[in-house]
Nanobody, 116 residues
Framework: QVQLAESGGGLVQAGGSLRLSCAAS????????VGWYRQLPGKQRQLVAS???????HYVDSVKGRFAISRDNAKNTLYLQMNSLKPEDTAVYYC??????????WGQGTQVTVSS
């Protein structure tokens, strides 16, 4: 049974940093293309950072240069380092495989709130 546990969110002032973690069980993050998504109330989840294959990363323009995705294969954990946070980064953040659809399993997510 797949389980994804996101953590590390919180309330931070604009310009601050947070490091999100996603601990996985029942699936291998090292063998799958994975990513971090975020969702605002009433809106669809948006992929903001992805990690494919041997370490190819991609970011949406709005977070480029500020966010960094990485993983620890030994711990089966995915990370998202978020720096220079902006109020528009406020959202619930989720991790999942890039192949995940809205009907697939998703974890609880972790709330990130950036105050101005």
């Amino acid at each position: 049974q797949v389980q994804l546990a996101e953590s590390g969110g919180g309330l931070v002032q604009a310009g601050g940093s947070l490091r999100l973690s996603c601990a996985a069980s029942g699936t291998s993050l090292s063998r799958n293309d994975v990513g971090w998504y975020r969702q605002l109330p009433g809106k669809q989840r948006q992929l903001v950072a992805s990690l494919r294959g041997a370490g190819i990363t991609h970011y949406v323009d709005s977070v480029k240069g500020r966010f960094a995705i990485s993983r620890d294969n030994a711990k089966n954990t995915l990370y998202l380092q978020m720096n220079s946070l902006k109020p528009e980064d406020t959202a619930v953040y989720y991790c999942n495989q890039l192949s995940a659809t809205p009907r697939d399993y998703w974890g609880q997510g972790t709330q990130v709130t950036v105050s101005s």
